[in-house]
């Protein structure tokens, strides 16, 4: 499946975006998916995740009550409405997707087979 990641923009603290993933050349409901995000400097870090099969997102504890994702199947999209953001989570943000991944190892990027090229999120002070 290819992934196509687009929404990011430049945003005041406090603000919000909403970032989409379309997935085409694949049977999308069979794919555990997520969102990581890198900022400058700093190793790539987990965000939120969807299990296949499941709707109950998981998320990072540092965006838990801000962020939320949602898939939509029959669409192939997955989306990660973020609020309230705040200047640290100004990052590249990247959706990626798998279907051999455990509910255990979501959170780690090298279950991942796909990827999308990846959003740019700032957010200014």
């Known amino acids: 499946v290819q992934l196509q990641a687009s929404g990011g923009g430049l945003v005041q603290a406090g603000g919000s975006l909403r970032l989409s993933c379309a997935a085409s050349?694949?049977?999308?409901?069979?794919?555990?998916v997520a969102w990581f995000r890198q900022a400058p400097g700093k190793d790539r870090e987990f965000v939120a995740s969807?299990?296949?099969?499941?709707?109950?997102?998981y998320y990072v504890d540092s965006v838990k009550g801000r962020f939320t994702m949602s898939r939509d199947n029959p669409k192939n999209t997955v989306y990660l409405q973020m609020d309230s953001l705040k200047p640290e989570d100004t990052a590249v943000y990247y959706c990626?997707?798998?279907?051999?991944?455990?509910?255990?190892?979501?959170?780690?990027?090298?279950?991942?087979?796909?990827w999308g090229q990846g959003t740019q999120v700032t957010v200014s002070s």
């Open positions: 050349g694949g049977t999308f409901s069979r794919h555990t």
């Open positions: 969807i299990f296949r099969g499941s709707g109950t997102p």
């Open positions: 990626a997707a798998g279907t051999n991944l455990i509910l255990s190892s979501i959170t780690r990027s090298v279950g991942y087979t796909n």
